[in-house]
């Protein structure tokens, strides 16, 4: 399709990236030389629930307008194909822009790290406000856009990605989004009366580790379930997050995040509130200075994952879904079996206990090979 002209206006240049049903484009209009991303769908081989599906996601990101949402600015079908035309985020996500650093370990600095946190709480916010909840909030969801490459600090984040999005904020689709990144209500044995979780807290709680993830380049657990050794300990004594999983957080920064992380999704705060509970901390991190006698540190002895892991989502990191229920015709990607058992195999460990463990070089919960917004 490269130099295809599609809708009479956008020529498609070069392919940025594919996957199994359909492939992303960098496009340019005839009419004033923009450049765009186009996706392209491929209609050939579904079924009615992926037509559906596909459909559905338009019509939420359509119905979008924030300037931290992923703008669609216009949609194009023939017979075969759907053209999705959408503003071009040159600067990758949110994902590659945290490791970048990863091999020398650096924190970010505390005003980029909530500058961007900030964008997104206001997209979520205003996606919260206009009925649609997200359920697939992660670092590889975040695009980032810069007007001027040479300087960080002019960044901007734009939430992606609606193939999970619902406007059902009481759901049944259990398992709709990532792993590591899931509320504990998406797992069976914190759910056994199979009550519909509230999609709005679910997002919330991924906006939890998310925050986690951006500052530190690794996710506290693989998965908020009894399977999990290190949310086990979190569950039982949340004053773990700083005392042995992330010390560098402040005192402020950890009560925020304890709210978040509550394993009932009632009592965790709307985005809004987090916004504003959110501009309130004065200091991410921790200082000298830092005075926490109301918290008792409680020794603890977490155990290695590579045991308590429950073998069918070893290999996943990304859109994993229990039931098939909640799958998303963008996240049906197959893999390569082999490449399933290594990355299985490479993940035996918690990533969170990284620091406790000399040979864990993994510092996120991720299927190696990447899964993109576009996918």
């Keep these: 399709m490269v130099d295809k002209v599609v809708g009479q206006e956008f020529q498609l240049l070069e392919v940025l990236g594919h996957g199994a049903y359909g492939c992303l484009f960098l496009g340019q209009s005839l009419l004033n030389n923009a450049y765009v991303a186009v996706k392209v769908l491929s209609k050939t081989g579904l079924d009615l629930q992926q037509l559906q599906l596909q459909q559905l996601e338009i019509d939420i990101q359509t119905s979008l307008s924030h300037p931290n949402l992923l703008a669609l600015h216009r949609v194009i079908q023939d017979m075969d194909y759907i053209y999705m035309v959408m503003e071009l985020c040159d600067q990758g996500d949110l994902f ?38 997200h359920r ?33 904020r009481y759901s049944m689709e259990f398992g709709c989004g990532s792993t590591s990144y899931l509320a504990p209500e998406h797992f069976d044995d914190a759910n056994e009366e199979l009550v519909p979780y509230d999609a ?3 997002d919330a709680w991924s906006l939890g580790v998310l925050l986690l993830a951006l500052i530190f380049g690794r996710n506290p657990w693989q998965e908020a379930s009894s399977a999990d050794a290190t949310y086990n300990e979190f569950k039982r004594s949340p004053i773990i997050l700083k005392e042995q999983l992330f010390p560098e ?27 504003e509970q959110f501009l309130a901390i004065d200091r991410l991190l921790t200082t000298d200075e830092d005075d926490y006698d109301d918290y008792e540190p409680v020794p603890t002895a977490i155990l290695s994952n590579a ?41 035996s460990h918690s990533p969170a206990l990284s620091q406790y463990d000399d040979e864990d070089t993994d510092m996120f919960v991720h299927s190696g090979e990447k899964e993109s917004w576009w996918l």
């Design 96 to 133: 590659d822009f945290v490791i970048r650093d990863q091999d020398t370990n650096v924190i970010r600095e505390e005003a980029l790290v909530k500058k961007l946190f900030l964008q997104i709480l206001d997209a979520v916010e205003s996606m919260h406000a206009q009925g649609v909840y």
């Design 136 to 168: 697939d909030l992660k670092l590889e969801n975040v695009l980032l856009k810069c007007e001027d490459e040479e300087d960080e600090d002019d960044i901007t984040c734009k939430v992606a990605d609606f193939g999970l999005a619902t406007r059902e």
């Design 200 to 202: 709005a807290a679910s």
């Design 249 to 275: 957080l402040s005192v402020a920064s950890y009560r925020f995040l304890e709210q978040i992380l509550t394993s009932n999704g009632s009592d965790r705060p709307s985005v809004s509130e987090m916004k």
């Design 307 to 347: 045991t308590a892991k429950r073998a069918d989502i070893t290999s996943y990191d990304s859109a994993f879904f229990s039931g098939g229920t909640g799958s998303s015709w963008s996240d049906m990607v197959e893999e390569d079996e082999e490449e399933q058992l290594r990355q299985s195999e490479k993940s």
